[in-house]
């Protein structure tokens, strides 16, 4: 009987032969918030107390795992699964990065397919019969004179690939201000002005326009806040009084 449906995807480790990976990679997991793991064919047994040491608070995804003897019966119940590799393998797959694959997998889940990332044992890696039964290749473009990834590694970078598909765009935190409107950003450029205009800056007269054509061009670069806008105002006004104390 299959697990409940979960849409983000299930972390099949393929024999893998150290309890201490398996903690590690579960630890990754967890990581990026994903639980959904499945051993096949742990070659040091399971449960396993190594992988419990190495899993770090990560024990409820070890306490989760589905524990299989085949490849074929870990990933029966998915519509999709993708294997990682390094090795070329002379098996005709499409071949993603690990960002468009968990991309792939994250619009599959969405859509209420069952997606599974098979992972090979560490001496290794998958199999051809393993590779034979996904559906695409994820290539890791790592070094080609050293491309073999520790497995928790692998977990690892699989799982923020996931999560980077889900975080928002970047902004900008507000400290107690907000973005100056066009207004703010018109009569600072117009005291600005003024203030250049007073010391003789725009000269010769002829230049004057394009001068000033620059700098509010420039102005309309900068990002500034209410709290930027109204600093500079201050520090001209301090200039200004400087100059008649002198």
């Known amino acids: ?15 893998p032969q150290m309890g201490e990976n398996i903690g590690a990679a579960a630890r990754s997991m967890l990581n990026f918030g994903l639980e959904a793991m ?7 047994g399971w449960p396993n107390e190594r992988a419990v ?3 770090s608070g990560a024990g409820r995804v070890l306490d989760g795992a589905r524990i299989f003897d085949t490849t074929a019966e870990a ?13 070329d393998r002379d098996l005709t797959k499409p071949v993603y990065s690990p960002q468009d694959a968990m991309a792939e997998a994250r619009a599959r889940g969405a859509r209420g ?6 992972f090979g044992p560490e001496r290794t890696g998958l199999e051809n ?18 491309p073999s990834l520790n497995l928790a590694q692998c977990v690892l970078l699989m799982g923020y690939e996931w999560v980077r598909e889900a975080a928002p765009a970047p902004q900008v935190a507000l400290a107690g201000t907000e973005w100056a409107n066009q207004a703010e950003i018109d009569a600072l450029v117009a005291h600005f002005e003024d203030r250049l205009d007073q010391a ?7 230049k004057a326009a394009a001068m000033k054509l620059h700098l509010r061009n420039l102005w309309s670069r900068m990002p500034l806040t209410r709290a930027d806008v ?14 008649e104390r002198g």
């Open 75 to 87: 990933v029966a119940d998915c519509a999709f699964v993708f294997a990682t590799t390094a090795r």
């Open 113 to 118: 397919e069952r997606v599974a990332v098979l």
């Open 38 to 44: 499945r051993v096949t064919s742990p070659r040091d």
């Open 129 to 146: 019969d393993d590779i034979a039964r996904a559906n695409a290749i994820v290539s890791v473009p790592t070094n080609p004179d050293f």
């Open 230 to 243: 109204q600093t500079f105002h201050g520090m001209m006004r301090q200039m200004v009084r400087w100059k």
């Open 200 to 206: 003789g800056f725009f000269f010769p007269e002829g």
């Open 53 to 55: 040491a190495l899993a």
């Open 1 to 15: 009987m299959s697990d409940a449906f979960d849409p983000r995807p299930a972390f099949v480790l393929v024999r």
